[in-house]
């Protein structure tokens, strides 16, 4: 606990964004609380992502009442894993990943064995809104299962790694991978126990990690280094991020990307409240960063000009990247 203190007031020095700030000067201040449901509601968020031309793990099938809990047989098919998840949860719970099936039965990612009865009645807890912000009635959304890139085989523990970027008015600000541990369950939430790694925005190199609030380097489950992993696609990553901001309206978010073996970069949610922990991951404060891209867009507004996704990606890798791109 004393060590995260020390690295938390070193960060205050350099930038660091407190919840206060965060709350009144961000969230408050650039998203429109009407345009919250696009976000909040995975649903919503999917139907979006797929009218914008913008590719998401496959929507198998929504259950919205009790009644149509029946369904479940009809929607998971002759298919041996799937994803069951809360249309409106947080922070990875009520989330169940199926790996594939076993005797009748499904195996979790994590190596749970469990009955097709559990998994309805799962959905039924999901309904009355066990999972959902403040305990309103939810949806249950069964979905694509994620197989991760083999890049991160080395650095990972089970379930999906995920990447996190930080937009500001469509400019990404700070990003981060996120990887699962023994501890985390296969989801890559960071109070699950999953690790967090700070990565460089012009390279996509990682950079420390940081585990439940200490400073790490190696994987506690594979021991391999978390740094100096170089992310493919990394420049798909940036722009798929930044496109986020036309395909919401809301100013300030952290968009969640997955790299799956087969179809590639997806966008697995988007967060109206992003956490503040990827500054340590990045040992780097976020507003010294979103001030730049604010006095950015005002020197941008005088001159009545806006910018595309490619020129605001460029514009925070030269200014924020660790290392400079390499020319040509
Ligand atoms: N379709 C999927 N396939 C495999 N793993 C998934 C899938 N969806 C979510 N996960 C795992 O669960 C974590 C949380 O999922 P997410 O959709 O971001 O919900 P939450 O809002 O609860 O964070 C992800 O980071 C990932 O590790
Ligand atoms: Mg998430």
Redesign the pocket.
């Known amino acids: 606990m004393f060590g995260f203190w020390k690295t938390w007031k070193a960060l205050e020095a350099r930038g660091i964004m407190g919840i206060n700030r965060r709350n009144a000067d961000y969230v408050l201040k650039y998203n429109k609380r009407s345009l919250y449901p696009i976000v909040d509601d995975?649903i919503i968020t999917k139907e979006r992502a797929i009218a914008a031309g913008i590719h998401v793990?496959e929507l198998y099938g929504v259950i919205s009442t009790e009644k149509e809990i029946d369904n479940l047989h009809d929607i998971i098919g002759g298919r041996n894993d799937?994803?069951i998840?809360?249309a409106q949860?947080?922070?990875?719970?009520?989330?169940i990943?199926v790996a594939d099936r076993f005797e009748g039965r499904y195996r979790t990612?994590s190596g749970k064995i469990i009955s097709h009865e559990e998994i309805e009645h799962h959905i039924s807890s999901i309904l009355t809104g066990l999972?959902s912000l403040g305990g309103h009635r939810d949806r249950a959304l069964i979905?694509?299962?994620?197989?991760?890139d083999q890049i991160f085989k080395s650095i990972s523990y089970e379930?999906?790694?995920?990447i996190r970027i930080i937009v500001l008015m469509g400019y990404p600000v700070m990003a981060m991978l996120?990887l699962?541990t023994r501890q985390?369950g296969?989801?890559?939430?960071l109070h699950?126990g999953?690790i967090g790694v700070g990565v460089d925005l012009a390279t996509g190199l990682t950079l420390r990690g940081t585990w439940l609030n200490n400073i790490i380097t190696k994987h506690p489950d594979t021991t391999n280094a978390v740094d100096g992993v170089q992310l493919p696609y990394w420049d798909g990553f940036m722009k798929l991020a930044s496109g986020c901001y036309e395909l919401c309206g809301l100013g300030y978010i952290g968009v969640?990307m997955?790299l799956d073996q087969e179809k590639g970069p997806l966008i697995?949610?988007l967060?109206a409240r992003p956490g503040l922990n990827i500054q340590i991951a990045n040992d780097c404060g976020l507003t010294l960063r979103t001030h730049a891209v604010e006095a950015r867009i005002e020197e941008l507004k005088a001159r009545g000009v806006v910018e595309t996704v490619q020129e605001r990606v460029e514009f925070v890798q030269e200014m924020f990247g660790h290392i400079p791109a390499v020319e040509g």
């Open positions: 995975k793990p799937f994803v998840k809360p949860g947080a922070g990875g719970d009520g989330i990943v990612v999972y979905e694509y299962r994620v197989t991760p379930g999906v790694p995920d996120r699962p985390s296969g989801k890559a939430n699950q999953a969640d997955v697995l949610e967060n």
